[in-house]
């Protein structure tokens, strides 16, 4: 083992070395551009990238020429959103997703809302779960669009996606999920789920950053997006801009390696996780769970510790990469949106941390980050006088 450790991987993830391998050809010996059709260097890339798109197709049910190559899930849910309500805005202005949304998310459906759109954000349970009879009851013959996240990214509660899917078909209303944090983790299936829509990223499963993927159906029914990127019509008319090769390349190949190991490394990150939540708990008392006991990510894990800042508990672990909720929103000193929706208060969202385990995490490493997290707390709340007054019963 060595330090420091990383277990911060619902933030990113280390590129896994064979993806590595499958995409460094790309950069030298195979340089062409995949929309070049007059030469062999331009048929090698399109061959390229037409083989991860059948990588990212298959990782998630779906076929080939419904994958839209983006930069990221940021992107692949701006498009979603923004592409529904511009291609579908005179059918309805009504748009219904979730509290506890990656901003990636929410922020354009404020957007929208400034448009003149109407937006409904449900709230969720104590475990983060939003309750498809609540998609039901919110929406309206103005409803274009439901977007609910199938994995929340601070606290790794699991959506019921196939039963929102089902509700939103009856319904005639297009799903969008938000997979960002959920695929090559969980099995995911569109036909099944009934998703028309759906965000990915590569550089949440063990590839680069700076590029992902949305799904888009496109028979039962075909779905049509107004583009946020025009100029070329590159990806179907949807997504205009030179394709970048190497990384989707790797991509792709990170969708092949997660589809093939999926099952086998999401047992071996549950029972370290468990091993991590079970003796923290054991060993310091006044631990909470956030999130589903069970329905949950394999290596998520976000606890909140009384009577400690989280921000100071990190700091007191500087060999330990962890976080305190989302990598988008870690700079601000305000209490975690997504467990405020949880309803929990102030005090104890402040002391959450959010362990994320992933495909390279040891359990030597789970075993050294309990003992630190077990030092760091218990000397923390040894000089804190809100521990001290809650031991004498004030």
Request: with cysteine; aromatic share 6%; charged share 20%.
């Amino acid at each position: 083992m060595q330090l420091p450790i990383y277990l911060d991987n619902n933030s990113t993830t280390r590129v896994d070395p064979r993806v590595v391998e499958a995409m460094l050809p790309y950069f030298g010996e195979h340089y062409g551009n995949a929309a070049s059709r007059t030469h062999s260097f331009g048929w090698a890339a399109e061959e390229a990238v037409d083989r991860a798109r059948e990588q990212v197709a298959h990782l998630i049910g779906a076929g080939k020429k419904e994958i839209i190559f983006t930069s990221g899930a940021t992107e692949s849910n701006n498009l979603a959103i923004k592409g529904v309500a511009g291609m579908y805005g005179k059918k309805g202005r009504h748009i219904v997703t979730c509290a506890i949304e990656h901003k990636a998310v929410l922020d354009p459906c404020k957007r929208l809302e400034r448009e003149g759109f109407q937006v409904t954000y449900l709230p969720v349970d104590h475990d983060g779960r939003v309750a498809a009879q609540q998609v039901a009851q919110a929406i309206t013959d103005q409803t274009i669009l439901v977007s609910v996240m199938a994995a929340n990214n601070e606290i790794g509660t699991l959506q019921p996606i196939g039963e929102v899917g089902t509700i939103c078909k009856e319904r005639g209303v297009l799903f969008h999920t938000d997979a960002a944090q959920a695929a090559g983790k969980i099995p995911l299936d569109v036909e099944t789920l009934g998703v028309d829509l759906l965000s990915l990223s590569a550089h949440k499963m063990y590839g680069p950053k700076g590029v992902g993927a949305l799904y888009v159906r496109n028979r039962g029914p075909h779905v049509r997006l107004d583009p946020t990127i025009d100029g070329g019509g590159h990806e179907r008319g949807m997504r205009s801009g030179t394709l970048p090769v190497p990384l989707i390349v790797a991509f792709g190949k990170a969708c092949e390696l997660s589809a093939l190991e999926m099952t086998a490394e999401a047992s071996r990150l549950i029972l370290l996780r468990e091993k991590l939540r079970t003796e923290l708990m054991r060993q310091l008392g006044d631990v909470t769970l956030n999130g589903h006991p069970t329905e949950r990510l394999p290596g998520n894990l976000n606890l909140s510790f009384a009577h400690v800042q989280g921000e100071a508990l990190m700091m007191g672990m500087r060999d330990v990469a962890i976080s305190s909720g989302s990598a988008c929103t870690s700079a601000s000193v305000e209490p975690s949106y997504v467990l405020r929706a949880l309803g929990i208060g102030d005090d104890l969202a402040h002391g959450s941390i959010r362990f994320g385990l992933g495909r390279f995490t040891g359990e030597e490493e789970v075993d050294y980050a309990i003992g630190a997290v077990v030092r760091v707390v218990e000397h923390l709340r040894r000089i804190s006088p809100q521990y001290a007054m809650a031991q004498a019963g004030i």
